[in-house]
DNA sequence: CAGCGTACTGCACGATCGGTCAGGACCGGC
DNA sequence: GCCGGTCCTGACCGATCGTGCAGTACGCTG
């Protein structure tokens, strides 16, 4: 799973409280307070370790969107193979992975919009919807895939709140994978 | 269509524009100047007309509740009748005309929870995730029926934001009722 | 005309917002 | 022992937050 611990410098779990209240609350939701207070520091101390508040965002968001960068690299060359369905589990890695910031990116998203890394994620992911996914116009397509990988962040987001009991994230794994192959890959509807 | 026009004393703009502005910003990131404003009205009016914030989200939130309620009972009611292609088709047009309010329960019900109107909203939808889809267990069920709720209210707010040209409501809609038919209500993949 | 209810407003409040700044505590190297 | 750098802090700023309140314009009924 490549290098875990990338450089940031120590400032991982300010980086974790932020994208959680970011997902929670939305980006003008969330106070730099809140963040601070969850990560046990002082609400200046978060404005020396990032320049603002939209530098906080940006510095939360940008590991997923560098990974999703080489997740649609990786499709790229991989093209046309029917090995796609290894790459559909590759990406429900990649979901479960960055759960919190694909949250903030499909849900808030809209709200963000001029925000680079908001623009660069939204770009990455219509990219993909475009590669991805069954024959048709590709507004269709854009559609499916649209409705899976939001159900999808929805899902990894809620599954807890929603279950009776506690579901294991092995098992929200292989469903997901089940449910977005199914989906995105094209199985007509008989009749 | 039953009743348009519910009672809701003249204050409807400022409802809508509640709605625009909590599904795209969430409760804590709309602000009741910018929600006056946008109804074309002073921050004093908007609390002369509702107690407080929380009661203009109740108010806003109010009617794609009660009318989720009836879609409840009317699932009850034909229970394992095969119409369930019909039932489908009406839960669509209900996403399509209370798509911001769904975007609302969906996509900030989580940081909501507590407030009434989403509780009962949640259980609404619990329920239905429960009533509707595929044999499973009820947790693989209601994961089923969370990516299909979740991803149709994306499409609905995000349909245009994504397309290349702007999407027609009836095409999203032929397309989502085809979507989910095949997805909630069970066509197994093959192999 | 007087009186009342409805719709709406400006002003003021305490709290909190994002952000600036001067300084304190702790560090290794000179 | 002093210095520079890193990490962190409290005090403070102007703006905006949700909310309370007094007041005003308007239309109805008597």
Redesign the pocket.
């Known amino acids: 799973m490549q290098d875990r611990t990338r450089d940031l410098?120590?400032s991982a779990p300010l980086l974790e409280s932020a994208l959680r209240q970011f997902a929670a609350v939305g980006f003008e939701g969330?106070?730099?307070?809140?963040i601070a207070a969850d990560a046990g520091?002082?609400?200046?101390?978060v404005?020396?370790?990032f320049?603002?508040?939209?530098a906080l965002l940006d510095a939360a968001l940008r590991p997923a969107v560098e990974d999703l960068t080489e997740l649609v690299e990786d499709l790229v060359a991989l093209s046309d193979d029917p090995s796609r369905h290894v790459f559909l589990a590759r990406f429900v890695d990649y979901l479960f992975e960055h759960r919190l910031a694909i949250a903030v990116i499909i849900n808030h998203g809209q709200a963000l919009a001029g925000h680079a890394v908001i623009d660069e994620a939204d770009a990455l992911v219509r990219d993909l919807a475009f590669r991805i996914g069954p024959p048709g116009g590709k507004d269709r397509r854009s559609l499916r895939f649209g409705v899976a990988l939001s159900g999808a962040a929805f899902v990894l987001i809620a599954a807890d709140r929603w279950a009776t009991d506690h579901v294991p994230d092995e098992e929200v794994r292989a469903e997901l994978v089940d449910v977005l192959g199914e989906f995105v890959l094209g199985v007509q509807q008989p009749a």
Not at 41 to 45: G, I, R, T, V, Y
Not at 51 to 54: G, M, T
């Open positions: 410098g120590g969330a106070s730099l307070q809140r520091l002082s609400k200046s101390s404005l020396y370790h320049a603002s508040k939209e």
